[in-house]
């Protein structure tokens, strides 16, 4: 099975990192982070949910923290540990980024998955990790089991009603292409 570490930049967007983990719960690919990649998005998510969404700062700190719990619990065995010694190893142009790899390297990895790509270089992975962007990565999963992705979206599409309006599978799809530029994924799972 494919391991893949997903990058904050990928988790933030909330129905990108719903697809990805829905694929994962479906077993297409084991996912992994670090304690530092759930800190950032953690942190992000509250954030987010005062300026998009109107939550006051304790509510959207109680809120993000539900959903990194949530991402603990469902994916217990994801979170990748012993990595620290590896930071600033790898000589990468941004250091803030070298605990992304640090946790790729740690974990076996063969898929650094982020939107930040150009923070890793190629010259600077060990050959085994792949640096891909969610679009890439996603159209890759979704080609190994069109069918076990199509589950993984029926099932999202069912979650979806549960903070008021639910939505369709069409309209999960769609908003995966519009949102996310994740035509190829999308186009195999129509």
């Known amino acids: ?11 933030w967007p909330s129905l990108q990192r719903d697809f990805l ?26 954030r987010k949910l005062v300026a998009r969404h109107g939550l006051d700062h304790s509510d959207a700190t109680q809120s993000a923290a539900r959903l990194v719990a949530t991402m603990r619990s469902a994916f217990d065995d994801a979170e990748v540990t012993g990595w620290e010694p590896r930071v600033g190893t790898y000589a990468l142009p941004d250091p803030d980024d070298e605990h992304v790899l640090a946790a ?3 974990a076996g ?3 650094l998955v982020t939107s930040n790509d150009k ?5 600077k992975l060990p050959a085994a990790v792949d640096v891909l ?6 159209a890759n999963t ?13 099932e999202l599409a069912a979650r979806s009603g549960r903070h008021g309006r639910s939505f369709t599978v069409a ?13 190829e994924a999308v186009g195999y799972l129509r």
């Open 1 to 11: 099975m494919v391991v893949a570490l997903l990058d904050t930049s990928v988790l």
């Open 21 to 46: 983990l829905s694929l994962a719960a479906e077993g297409m690919y084991r996912p992994v982070w670090s304690a530092e990649i759930l800190a950032e998005l953690e942190y992000e998510e509250a």
């Open 104 to 106: 790729a390297v740690v």
């Open 109 to 111: 990895a063969g898929a």
């Open 119 to 123: 923070d890793f270089p190629r010259d």
């Open 133 to 138: 962007r969610p679009a890439e990565f996603a």
């Open 142 to 154: 979704v080609a190994l089991s069109p069918a076990a992705a199509a589950r993984a979206v029926s």
């Open 171 to 183: 309209e999960v799809l769609d908003a995966l292409v519009h949102r996310y530029g994740m035509d």
